[in-house]
């Protein structure tokens, strides 16, 4: 079984300041990450994925995430917020050499203010 | 560079009613297609996915049916609506395979009232 978890619904957090969107995972094998961004009544957009080697992985829009195997966890971070990062966003998994499909966390809709 | 489309955007059809959303991809081929939902502007529900033409699997059984007449066109269907089919329709395309390394990328989207 794989599932995936998003601790927190709402994340708020200072312009200028660091933000970080927590995401804790569960799979048997090794482990496919993946973040996505959504904007309203939009689809969504991918950001970064994590398939092997360098624990930290950067992506679009100044943003990264670090893998940690001991911890099961794979946190968005950036280092300063922007107005416009505010959106809903999705940590993915998928094992590895499954048959499994990805499965997406509930969302945290992060909100930046100025 | 690829592109993913879906159409309507928007929908608002009678309790009952039929139902067919369409999806296609420009740019690349063989693609792997899915449909999800998405209630209440949160979880992302898998409803299908398709692997290649005329290749569809059902992750929740349900009133809804999809199909792949063609390798870039993906189709949703329904023969009578309920209300909770009501939601947001995403489809998807990722690289062909299934190594589960291929990122998703998503369309657009359809917005989807019965009432």
């Known amino acids: 079984a794989q599932s995936v978890a998003q601790p927190e619904d709402q994340v708020n957090v200072a312009e200028g300041n660091p933000l970080t969107v927590k995401c804790t995972y569960s799979?048997?094998?090794?482990?496919?990450l993946f973040w996505y961004v959504q904007y309203p009544n939009r689809g969504l957009q991918f950001l970064l994925k994590?398939?092997?080697?360098?624990?930290l992985v950067k992506g679009s829009y100044g943003f990264e995430a670090e893998f940690n195997k001991s911890q099961t966890s794979f946190h968005l971070k950036k280092p300063s917020a922007l107005v416009s990062d505010s959106a809903l966003y999705f940590c993915?998994?998928?094992?590895?050499?499954?048959?499994?499909?990805?499965?997406f966390g509930s969302g945290t809709q992060l909100t930046v203010l100025p | 560079s690829q592109t993913i489309h879906q159409w309507p955007a928007t929908l608002v059809q009678p309790v009952g009613s039929p139902l067919s959303l369409e999806c296609t991809v420009e740019?690349?081929?063989?693609?792997?297609l899915y449909w999800y939902r998405q209630a209440a502007g949160r979880g992302l529900q898998l409803l299908f996915y398709?692997?290649?033409?005329?290749?569809i699997s059902s992750e929740v059984p349900q009133n809804l049916s999809a199909s792949r007449p063609q390798d870039r066109q993906f189709i949703l269907s329904s023969k009578k609506l309920l209300l909770s089919d009501s939601g947001f329709y995403l489809c998807?395309?990722?690289?062909?395979?299934?190594?589960?390394?291929?990122?998703?990328?998503f369309g657009p989207g359809t917005r989807l009232t019965v009432l």
């Open positions: 998807a395309w990722s690289g062909p395979g299934t190594s589960g390394r291929n990122e998703q990328f």
């Open positions: 799979v048997s094998g090794n482990p496919y």
């Open positions: 994590y398939i092997t080697g360098d624990n």
């Open positions: 993915a998994v998928i094992s590895s050499g499954s048959a499994r499909q990805l499965t």
């Open positions: 740019g690349t081929s063989n693609p792997n």
């Open positions: 398709s692997v290649g033409i005329g290749q």
